[in-house]
């Protein structure tokens, strides 16, 4: 007997019209800037090809250079400033939505999580990573 995948949802307001998010959470350029839970790491090198069947990624790695790894995935949805959808190497699904109201965009994240770390501290990363993009997208 299997057992449905536990999701976890992250979001945040950001402080931008939904045209300006849309890109900052995109563009491969921007990705690096803000792809990081915490200021001991930083993603050096980032690939997206936004697209149905095209696939991202991210490559995170400690500034000290101890440890790092690629986060990467293929699209099964994306839809221009409402949704993308991808599934990540180890088949966990992530869906992805963005809704304006006003000059202001509301990102909400839900993702599978994996079974190695306890939710809370897969909630509280992926958080972290979204409040970095909220920063980082307020400030452009």
């Known amino acids: 007997m299997s057992t449905s995948p536990v999701s976890i949802t992250v979001k945040a307001t950001i402080h931008a019209p939904i045209e300006k998010v849309w890109k900052s959470w995109t563009t491969p350029e921007h990705i690096m800037q803000w792809n990081t839970a915490s200021d001991e790491w930083h993603t050096p090198h980032a690939e997206n090809d936004l697209r149905v069947g095209g696939k991202f990624l991210s490559r995170m790695a400690a500034k000290d250079g101890s ?74």
């Open 67 to 140: 440890f790092s790894f690629d986060f990467e995935g293929v699209y099964t949805k994306v839809n221009d400033h409402e949704a993308i959808a991808y599934q990540l190497g180890d088949d966990r699904k992530v869906e992805i939505h963005f809704a304006a109201a006003g000059d202001d965009t509301l990102v909400t994240e839900i993702f599978e999580a994996e079974s190695t770390n306890p939710i809370e501290l897969q909630q509280t990363g992926w958080q972290a990573i979204l409040d970095n993009f909220k920063k980082y997208t307020e400030a452009l």
